[in-house]
């Protein structure tokens, strides 16, 4: 089994190209669990609450794993929560970086701030923190080892620049 992770700042489709590919790959793909959980806790998120998204990502990751698909997309995961724990909270759990290691990822789709920024209440990261963070989750993917490359375009190009980066990497023919 592949494991695909579409990473990157805050609104720049990373949801829309998990699915995307999810639906053209005819694979499982995992949602981003963290904004769905801190919108429904109504009220300031904390260290526990972010240490729950960590563990909560490694179940989805383990539940998937039980179908054995082909390939399986990951729309964001721990690279992103440990960079999270660092920005807001100056410190990260130290079993995130044994989970990093455990769990193999084969490519880590980024996906550059290339895109308008759209507000919402859970988003607290536009303007120049975008490229901020791309710079961070570059830096912990690249400790890793693993592959990865970037991701821009604007609509449709956006998604077919993803979809190409993936059959690219892993040999698909049409």
């Known amino acids: 089994m592949k494991k695909i992770v579409v990473t990157g700042p805050e609104s720049t489709g990373k949801s829309l190209i998990s ?17 769905e959980y801190i919108s429904e806790i109504n009220r300031p998120y904390t260290y526990s609450d972010v240490e729950h998204i960590a563990h909560s990502q490694i179940l989805q990751l383990s539940e998937k794993e039980q179908l054995n698909p082909p390939f399986l997309i990951l729309d964001t995961w721990l690279i992103i929560t440990k960079v999270w724990f660092e920005e807001v909270f100056k410190k990260y759990p130290s079993w995130i970086d044994a989970e990093l290691g455990k769990h193999k990822i084969d490519l880590y789709l980024v996906c550059m701030p290339d895109v308008p920024w759209v507000p919402d209440p859970l988003r607290e990261n536009g303007g120049e923190k975008r490229e901020y963070l791309l710079n961070r ?34 040999n698909i023919e049409e």
């Open 137 to 170: 989750y570059l830096e912990e993917i690249k400790k890793t080892g693993c592959n990865f490359v970037l991701i821009s375009g604007i609509g449709e190009s956006r998604y077919n620049n993803a979809l190409f980066e993936v059959k690219k990497h892993f």
């Open 19 to 35: 699915e995307y590919l999810g639906e053209k790959l005819n694979v499982p793909w995992i949602p981003e669990f963290a904004r």
